[in-house]
C-alpha cells in the first residue's frame, strides 16, 4: 500500500504540475487573441463620427466628405431648391419619409434639421452606385424638360428630388440615407453621432 500511494502522489504532482503549466500555456495564447477581437485604431476611425465646417458652403452648393467609407452630401439649399419640393410631394414614391430611411428629427418635408441644409448618404438605394448631382433645371438638366433639380443614379436611372426622395416607378425602393447628425455650431456639424439633436 506504501508503494502504490506513492506511486499515485508522484502522478498527482505531475498532474497538477503539467495542469498549471497548460493553464499558463493557454492564457499567454488567449491573452493575444483576445486582444485581437478589439477594434483597431484604424477601425475605430472609419466609425467614428466627423465633424464638418459648412461655413464656406454657398447656396445651391454640395460638398461631400466621407463617413464610415461612404460619401456624405451636404447641400445648401436655395429657396428655389426648397420650393420645388412641393411640387415632387405627388411624383416621389414616400413623400413623407415613412420608411426608416432617416433619424425621427429628419422625417420632415425638408428631411432636414435646418431647411436648408440636406445631410444624405450619396448612395442609392438600389445597388449602392453613387447618383450624380443634377441641381440645373427643365431641359438643361439632361434629365428631362421638366426637371426641377435633384440627382440621377447613372446605373439603372434612378432619381431623386432635392430632399433625396426617390420618384416613383424607378429601381430605387427606399429615398437616401440620412446619416444621424447634429449641429455643434451653426456652421459645424457632426455626422454620425446625434446624442441630442
Not at 425621427?104 to 442609392?124: D, F, H, M, W
Request: proline share 9%; charged share 25%.
Amino acid at each position: 500500500m506504501s508503494v502504490d500511494h506513492k506511486v499515485d502522489a508522484g502522478r498527482r504532482q505531475l498532474l497538477l504540475a503539467t495542469s498549471a503549466a497548460g493553464g499558463v500555456a493557454v492564457a499567454a495564447v488567449a491573452v493575444p487573441f483576445v486582444g485581437s477581437l478589439t477594434p483597431s485604431e484604424r477601425a475605430k476611425a472609419a466609425g467614428a463620427p466627423v465633424e464638418v465646417d459648412i461655413s464656406k458652403l454657398q447656396p445651391g452648393q454640395m460638398m461631400t466628405v466621407e463617413w464610415r467609407g461612404k460619401p456624405v452630401w451636404i447641400i445648401n439649399r436655395t429657396k428655389e431648391m426648397l420650393d420645388s419640393l412641393k411640387k415632387t410631394d405627388g411624383e416621389v414614391s414616400d413623400p413623407n419619409s415613412d420608411k426608416p430611411m432617416q433619424p425621427e428629427y429628419a422625417k420632415n418635408e425638408t428631411r432636414s434639421i435646418k431647411p436648408e441644409i440636406l445631410v444624405a448618404v450619396g448612395i442609392c438605394t438600389h445597388l449602392g452606385c453613387s447618383p450624380s448631382d443634377k441641381f440645373k433645371t427643365g431641359p438643361e438638366s439632361g434629365v428631362s424638360a421638366d426637371w426641377p433639380g435633384g440627382f440621377l443614379c447613372p446605373c439603372h436611372g434612378s432619381t431623386f428630388d432635392l430632399a433625396g426622395r426617390v420618384y416613383k416607378s424607378k429601381p430605387a425602393p427606399d429615398n437616401l440615407e440620412i446619416p444621424p447628425h447634429k449641429y455643434l455650431a451653426d456652421t459645424k456639424i457632426l455626422i454620425g453621432d446625434d446624442g441630442k439633436a
